[in-house]
């Protein structure tokens, strides 16, 4: 009897032990899953998935393979909290994520004091880096220098124009429109309007009527691609022949399914497109293979799973605040979208924008191509 009871005991403490070393990795993928914005959520999703499938073929992260769970934010800052409190209970060690500025900063607090690295592949407002937290970090640039190129390029180009400046009211779209609007007017341009409006706004007509007044000739807005989208066809429905320019908020070709017509000219800031990378030619090829399109953020979020798979190699270790430190000290490293390097608040070294415009491609469809 006792015999028994001690081989069970053994049993038992093996099955731990094994569990234990050979546990997954578990990697949170946080965005907007569905809602509005669920677009640019497949894309964080899609290229998580894909790039711990590829690190899991060639071995997994030092050794151990990688399991992604998935967390619907819904773009909602609340959503964003309860999806980092389950991550929490999951035992989750490190999250790509989340999409919306206004999500990753708040779930950013309750992943520091849990010990859980992040690392965000779309949220540009700089206070997301710059509150001193040890976890934060992101595959994308910040605002503030989208803005610069996006305020010299009013002031080179629309001097004399009456520029409307628009934003959504959130910490990104508000965000990138006073970064915008600080450049431009460091430049020498100073708009004749600005106004914000709310999320999930359908009728711009009263906006429109006082652009027109005015006498707006270009509007920049800051925000996403849903609002953009509807204000687009609203003013060209309202007969306002104004340039529409924005930033990386409207990358996603779902932007014309929404404006139609109206979107041929749009102005656009963005890194340079990814696509084009030709490190990233086989991971892209994979993507289309399997009928999805790799636009946006989708290599950013595949560059931040590999970031995390390389800096845990660099630290030999797996523990979060340890992957952290090798990912400031260590880069720069090999990604889809480029060599990355972070600096000691989690930023990348060699943030990029260019200008694009929207216009109809070879295949008569619209979509945006980076300006030459």
């Not at 017509?261 to 102005?267: P, S």
């Not at 399997?290 to 270790?317: N, R």
Request: charged share 20%; net charge negative; with cysteine.
């Amino acid at each position: 009897m006792k015999k028994s009871l001690m081989s069970a005991v053994a049993l038992t403490a093996l099955v731990a032990f094994g569990g234990s070393a050979w546990a997954d990795i578990l990697i949170g993928v946080a965005g907007p899953i569905t809602g509005p914005n669920a677009a640019f959520g497949a894309q964080l999703q899609k290229g998580a998935e894909q790039a711990a499938a590829d690190i899991n073929a060639a071995g997994g992260i030092n050794g151990e393979q990688v399991k992604i769970l998935i967390g619907d934010d819904v773009s909602d800052p609340k959503q964003g909290i309860s999806v980092a409190n389950k991550f929490v209970a999951d035992g989750v060690k490190f999250v790509v994520g989340h999409f919306n500025s206004g999500v990753s900063i708040p779930a950013s607090e309750v992943y520091a004091e849990n010990g859980i690295f992040q690392i965000t592949p779309a949220s540009t407002n700089p206070n997301f880096t710059e509150r001193g937290l040890w976890n934060t970090f992101r595959t994308c640039g910040r605002d503030d220098q989208q803005g610069e190129v996006a305020g010299a390029y009013l002031a080179a180009n629309f001097k004399d124009a009456k520029v409307a400046i628009i934003h959504d009211k959130t910490p990104y779209g508000q965000g990138l429109a006073d970064e915008t609007k600080k450049a431009a007017n460091a430049a020498g341009v100073t708009e004749a309007m600005y106004e914000g409006i709310n999320i999930g706004d359908k009728d711009f007509s009263a906006l429109i009527a006082k652009m027109k007044d005015a006498g707006v000739s270009v509007v920049y807005y800051g925000g996403l691609h849903t609002e953009a989208g509807l204000m687009m066809r609203q003013l060209a429905d309202q007969g306002l022949k104004a340039t529409f320019m924005s930033g990386d908020g409207i990358v996603s070709n779902e932007l014309a399914s929404i404006a139609g017509d109206a979107v041929d000219g749009t102005l656009m800031t963005f890194a340079p497109d990814p696509r084009n990378n030709p490190n990233a030619k086989d991971i892209v090829e994979k993507f289309r293979a399997a009928g999805f399109e790799p636009e946006a953020y989708t290599l950013y979020s595949y560059a931040a799973v590999q970031v995390i798979a390389a800096a845990a190699a660099a630290a030999g270790d797996l523990d979060p605040q340890k992957v952290a430190e090798a990912a400031k000290a260590k880069g720069p490293f090999t990604t889809a979208i480029g060599e990355l390097g972070f600096d000691s608040k989690g930023d990348i070294t060699r943030p990029d924008y260019v200008m694009y415009t929207w216009r109809k491609g070879d295949d008569g469809k619209y979509s945006y191509f980076e300006d030459k």
